[in-house]
């Protein structure tokens, strides 16, 4: 069974400009987060999809960010614009259940310049 | 200071010794959770421990958790070279959405 993937690996970009993340969780889980760390800081929580319901995004930083799972599978993260404080790892996961196991992907590294 | 704080922040062992990372938290849980991360990685789940629960095994994995204290800690036993790596404790709150909130991690190096 394949796991979390995520696509980019690696994304370089400037400042001002729009990158959109993609991950594609375990097949059946309904539930996807997305967190990120950032250089030197704890791995922070940034939203939790259930299906295609944003269930909690009180860790989204600010509107420039916006998630979405259209159909309930994959999900996107789009960055516009980008800003050099967005630079780090963004990291998917996804569980069957609520409070249960998470499955993280290798996560994307978002470097902005 | 955070949820999730592992201690110590960086630790380097030879071979065959055990290596020991502790981690506070500050809230209630339904469980704690540790994760370990290679270089350029994603993170791997190792093992969850339940609020009811005190002592998990799994392989050369024991984790403790100790709710009054608020503390967890990992102990690997006869450690490897292939077990350097980052190593992450994360708590899902009673009552709180299910995110979970991690420690900012602990780097563990394995002398061959």
């Known amino acids: 069974e394949a796991g979390v993937t995520q696509f980019p690996s690696h994304s370089v970009i400037e400042k001002g400009q729009t990158v959109t993340l993609r991950c594609d969780p375990i097949s059946g889980h309904d539930n996807l987060y997305w967190y990120r760390r950032v250089m030197g800081k704890e791995i922070k929580f940034l939203l939790h999809f259930v299906k295609e319901s944003k269930q909690d995004e009180s860790g989204m930083p600010n509107n420039r960010f916006l998630a979405e799972r259209t159909g309930g599978t994959y999900s996107t993260l789009k960055v516009q614009p980008a800003e050099l404080e967005d630079s780090g790892v963004y990291f998917c996961?996804?569980?069957?259940?609520?409070?249960?196991?998470?499955?993280f992907g290798p996560g994307t590294r978002l470097t902005v310049t | 200071s955070q949820q999730g704080e592992e201690d110590p922040q960086a630790l380097s062992i030879q071979e065959g010794e055990n290596a020991t990372m502790n981690c506070s938290y500050k809230t209630s849980i339904n469980n704690l959770q540790w994760y370990r991360q290679n270089s350029g990685r994603g993170l791997v789940h190792l093992i969850l421990i339940r609020s009811n629960e005190r002592e998990k095994h799994s392989g050369r994995l024991r984790v403790t958790l100790d709710t009054s204290k608020k503390s967890s800690s990992l102990l690997i036993t006869a450690s490897r070279a292939a077990d350097t790596a980052s190593y992450f404790c994360?708590?899902?709150?009673?009552?709180?959405?299910?995110?979970?909130?991690f420690g900012k991690g602990m780097k563990l190096t394995v002398n061959p």
């Open positions: 994360a708590t899902a709150k009673v009552g709180g959405s299910e995110k979970l909130v």
């Open positions: 996961a996804s569980s069957q259940a609520p409070q249960g196991v998470e499955y």
